[in-house]
């Protein structure tokens, strides 16, 4: 689980335990351990998160077995994000978890950090500097009937657009540092993009995950916008359940999803620690993803 030679020796966790970098197979359980948490990943999320930066992945090992996970993964050096904060159920409370979380942030200290928590443990990542942004709702639901549409102007992507879909978050600030990597990885998957005058105008992308398909970036200038791409990504995606994650701050994303009869069914915090990153969520009708922003 934990990459041999890629053991590290901590300043002050004074536990004993034995902190390292994940390897594949651990990035892979970790995503399994969020999958048992109730947080639906996709099939192939290890896959795509580990190809930004492979060693965002961090384990807590207890008598040689793995006990507890985080990510943080970083875009350089002025942003990262954090993840994939669990412990085992069985050895939680025992300060295993903490010593991790104090080891990511010693040895990734990205100039921001940003994350999606539970609303409930606020006050703990407000600790160790972390400050409240927005709340950020998923909502989920059956697949609307007769919504699924094309559009002469939607042009499917593939991996070989990751640049220009990066150059496009960038110019319109729609995530805080250029994420080519991952998105070289991530557009593996349907996705279409809004075209004006040969000129990605907003994007989409639908994963299928254990549990029906979750449409995430879904990014665009306005909610007709955000609607058409929506439209085209669901002609993709089978019948079944569908989600979408909205930043709070965005009432017409919030308002899409309701439209939708996609039912709001849990809030996590969007904090940072660091300066906030100035992201026009105006036009984020649908977060990325909750661990990796």
Not at 6 to 25: N, Q, R, T, W
Not at 95 to 107: K, P, V
Not at 199 to 204: L, R
Request: glycine share 12%; proline share 5%.
């Amino acid at each position: 689980m934990i990459q041999r030679d890629a053991h590290l020796k901590i300043s002050g966790d004074g536990m004993g335990d034995d902190i390292g970098l994940l390897d594949m197979e651990g990035i892979r359980t970790a995503v399994e351990w969020a999958r048992r948490e109730g947080w639906n990943p996709g099939l192939r999320d290890a896959e795509a998160f580990a190809a930004q930066d492979p060693a965002g992945f961090l384990g807590l090992t207890v008598d040689g077995e793995l006990a507890a996970t985080i990510s943080l993964v970083n875009y350089g050096p002025s942003f990262g994000f954090l993840g994939f904060y669990i412990c085992r159920p069985d050895l939680r409370g025992k300060g295993h978890g903490l010593a991790l979380w104090n080891a990511a942030l010693e040895l990734k200290p990205a100039h921001t950090i940003g994350l999606d928590g539970v609303t409930a443990q606020q006050d703990n990542y407000r600790k160790t500097g972390f400050v409240l942004a927005h709340a950020s709702v998923r909502h989920g639901g059956l697949k609307p009937n007769g919504y699924a549409q094309n559009d002469r102007r939607l042009s499917a992507l593939s991996a070989a657009d990751a640049a220009a879909v990066d150059r496009f978050e960038q110019r319109h600030r729609l995530f805080p540092a250029s994420r080519l990597r991952f998105l070289a990885d991530w557009l593996h998957h349907d996705a279409v993009a809004l075209m004006r005058d040969g000129e990605i105008t907003g994007y989409g992308v639908a994963r299928p995950t254990h549990d029906g398909w979750k449409i995430g970036p879904l990014f665009a200038r306005d909610v007709g916008d955000a609607e058409t791409i929506l439209r085209g990504l669901l002609t993709r995606v089978p019948d079944g359940l569908i989600f979408l994650d909205t930043p709070g701050t965005n009432r017409a994303a919030v308002d899409l999803a309701l439209s939708l009869r996609l039912q709001p069914m849990f809030e996590t915090a969007r904090m940072y620690r660091g300066p906030a990153p100035e992201i026009d969520t105006a036009k984020v009708f649908g977060i990325t993803s909750f661990e990796l922003g």
